[in-house]
């Protein structure tokens, strides 16, 4: 499983600077469970797993790995991993039912709850506001397409740094707003499964005003002496994470190298530009001239161009883009001879490097970087007497990736930490729990936790003894 390169000189991953922030990430309605209790409102991952034939198995999030009640333990396994930081996220329905109005203090206990036992466990607490659990109620009103979905979440967002503002040491706004707007709202492959191109545009256009409109929000508290929180909100960093791409040309062909730039304009520059006071890809709403462009309005591309603190990417693989005049943007993405994970994706650290590289240069280098996310899905299974759980493909995965990272800061990225997804296996969409990406095996019958041991090779790398 070995990729283009590999390191041509011996290191080890005590080469990583001093405070960088090694953790582990999770979203709410993959690991919660207790979908019914306390005040919890449905959100369209709800009515999209209860849809029949939209998740695999028809399985739902209802119960997963009931971290609701089982989050001592989880923290505790985090704390004997070593890690510095959990990503998790707020469920929207969990503190606000209804995505409007009343919140639910009960929900916002919780939060408080979650983040004590990580502190008392000596872990950072970092929130995501938005990881695609919607309210159902703001979708029956027409959802992230509509502009007031935007005004919504700035309101819902504000309400958890007024709450959690003690509690957080990093917020991020939103995960990966083109699996939102996309896979949502064009492609119908997540909840809550419209195929409308010109909606994908409108849900884009408005999770990204409403990113830059909770930054704004957050940006305007005050820390008045004696203010609970005050503190707090005035210190944590703020930033998003996106899943971008930057495909590679199949070859050096002058059409080839064309169609991968043109890769990265709906999956990147739509998302990415705008946070840079630059405006969206035109040449990508060309290409589709009977759809309506995204709705904007005076004053949105200044809000979203709020400046952030940090900017969070989340990697799997990279694709192989090749010309495709049959394309209305001229490009497809074609076979490689990459080994593949259990997702079919193609295992590409080197991928890594030039994403970083790219996104590095593209920004000007204005903000640090963190990778949010990074992990496999591997065909694990328990050995027979249920004790442990051989993982030697994820450890070789993480190892190259962990050693791309380390080239990257050696070469002036400014990178400081590095989540691996997952700690645990989980609900994983519309595959349902078909596919494990946890460094942590999941037995989904009676709740038992057994690390793999790719947990056991993280902790080598945490504590500075593992080579790379």
Not at 222 to 225: C, E, V
């Given at each position: 499983m070995k990729d283009e390169q590999t390191p041509s000189r011996a290191r080890s991953s005590a080469d990583f600077p001093t405070g960088f922030l090694w953790g582990v990430a999770a979203a709410s309605y993959q690991v919660e469970g207790a979908?019914?209790?306390d005040g919890r409102g449905p959100s369209i991952w709800d009515t999209f797993s209860r849809t029949p034939g939209k998740v695999r198995h028809g399985h739902t999030g209802d119960v997963s790995v009931d971290q609701y009640h089982r989050y001592p333990e989880?923290?505790?396994l985090m704390r004997q991993l070593g890690l510095g930081a959990y990503r998790y996220?707020?469920?929207?329905p969990r503190v606000q039912p209804d995505g409007s109005g009343a919140f639910n203090q009960a929900g916002f206990d919780y939060y408080k709850r979650l983040s004590d036992e990580l502190h008392r466990q000596?872990?950072?607490?970092?929130?995501?506001?938005?990881?695609?659990?919607l309210p159902q109620a703001l979708e029956d009103a027409g959802g992230w397409p509509e502009r007031d979905t935007a005004y919504r979440f700035a309101e819902y967002a504000a309400a958890c740094f007024a709450e959690l503002g003690d509690y957080v040491d990093m917020w991020i706004t939103l995960n990966e707003p083109w699996c939102s707007a996309v896979l949502g709202y064009d492609i119908g492959e997540h909840a809550p499964g419209h195929t409308s191109k010109s909606k994908g545009w409108a849900a884009g256009h408005h999770l990204m005003l409403g990113h830059g409109l909770a930054v704004h929000a957050y940006r305007s508290l005050?820390?008045?002496?004696g203010q609970p929180g005050a503190g707090a909100r005035a210190t944590a960093p703020i930033g998003v994470t996106h899943n971008f791409e930057t495909p590679r040309p199949a070859t050096l062909h002058?059409?080839?190298i064309e169609a991968a730039d043109r890769g990265a304009d709906m999956r990147t520059r739509f998302f990415l530009d705008p946070m840079l006071g630059l405006p969206y890809p035109e040449r990508h709403f060309a290409a589709y001239p009977e759809e309506t462009p995204p709705p904007v309005l005076e004053g949105d591309m200044e809000i979203i161009a709020t400046p952030v603190d940090f900017l969070g990417l989340n990697y799997y693989f990279e694709p192989v883009v090749a010309a495709d005049p049959e394309h209305p943007e001229g490009f497809c993405v074609v076979d490689s001879y990459?080994?593949?994970t259990d997702m079919g994706w193609p295992i590409t650290p080197r991928g890594l490097s030039r994403q970083l590289h790219w996104i590095w240069d593209h920004i000007g280098g204005r903000c640090p970087l963190y990778i949010t996310e990074n992990g496999c899905a591997m065909p694990d299974d328990l050995t027979p007497d249920g004790m442990r759980c051989h993982d030697p493909l994820r450890v070789q995965y993480l190892r190259e990736h962990f050693s791309v990272a380390l080239d990257a800061i050696e070469e002036g990225i400014d990178l400081r930490g590095y989540f691996v997804w997952s700690l645990i296996d989980n609900f994983e969409w519309s595959l349902?729990?078909?596919?494990r990406f946890g460094l942590v095996y999941a037995d989904y019958i009676n709740q038992r936790r057994v690390p793999k041991d790719s947990y056991f090779y993280l902790r080598e790398v945490i504590s500075g003894a593992e080579a790379l």
């Open positions: 979908v019914n209790e989880d923290v505790t996220s707020i469920a929207w000596g872990i950072k607490s970092a929130a995501t506001l938005y990881h695609w659990d005050s820390g008045t002496a002058p059409e080839d990459h080994e593949t349902g729990y078909a596919k």
